[in-house]
């Protein structure tokens, strides 16, 4: 069975600083990874999604994501951190046939300081 | 364009007692998924549909019930409530069989069962 790992529960960051979130999954076969952020009150938003090809994938917002298969890991970044990327973040590998079958991590959640 | 849409936004319920939890897209997909969000513990799938009349049990189905008459609705029965449950619910869609579709959320269900 996948499972994923958010070692981090929460970061602090300045407006302005670069942030990263660590992910690290644990899966059989080639993963579907994606990321989903989650502001107060809300469903979850895709940010981004790995399926195949270039290891480095672009999302929505500024972010990316770069895959490591030998790291088994999927960390996010973003140079520059705006107030507004204050949420919850959630890493996911997804299973079935399309990848829908997500096993999500913890979450990290992202305090953005003035 | 609604996307998923989730009926009631917050209930609470004593233990021992039933409810339904509605979703519903009009987006076509044929795919249709609930989770349960706990913190701490990211989303955790409770049961999953890939089309009408065909469902499946996800990681945590225990106590859950779902159906799937239709294309466009996926409820969620609760027959015996227990605190357990008490959690925050989402519904999630996708087209399914492509590994263009990723999962669409619903804005969640939030559940207190006292």
Redesign the interface.
């Known amino acids: 069975a996948q499972s994923?790992t958010?070692p981090d529960?929460h970061i602090t960051v300045s407006e302005g600083a670069s942030l990263e979130l660590r992910c690290n999954y644990s899966y059989g076969a080639t993963p579907?990874l994606?990321w989903?952020v989650q502001s107060p009150?809300?469903?979850?938003?895709?940010l981004l999604?790995y399926?195949?090809g270039d290891t480095l994938v672009q999302g929505i917002k500024g972010f990316e994501a770069e895959f490591k298969r030998s790291q088994s890991s999927f960390n996010l970044r973003k140079p520059s951190v705006h107030w507004s990327d204050a949420a919850e973040y959630?890493c996911?590998v997804g299973a079935g046939?399309?990848?829908?079958?997500?096993?999500?991590?913890?979450?990290t959640r992202v305090l953005v300081k003035p | 364009n609604a996307g998923v849409t989730q009926t009631p936004k917050f209930q609470v319920l004593k233990t021992g007692q039933s409810m339904t939890l509605q979703c519903a897209q009009d987006m076509n997909h044929e795919y249709m998924s609930w989770y349960r969000q706990d913190p701490g513990m990211g989303l955790r799938l409770i049961h999953y549909s890939v089309g009408a009349g065909i469902t499946d049990q996800g990681e945590v189905p225990n106590g859950y019930n779902v159906s799937r008459s239709t294309t466009e609705d996926f409820p969620l029965r609760l027959l015996l409530a227990a605190p357990s449950q008490t959690s925050v619910y989402f519904c999630a869609s996708s087209l399914g069989f492509s590994d263009n579709s990723p999962l669409h959320f619903g804005n969640g269900t939030r559940l207190t069962v006292t």
Not at chain 1, 97 to 107: R, S, V, W, Y
């Open positions: 994923v958010q529960i579907y994606f989903y009150g809300q469903g979850l938003q895709l999604k399926f195949s959630f996911a046939a399309a990848g829908n079958k997500l096993t999500f991590g913890g979450g």
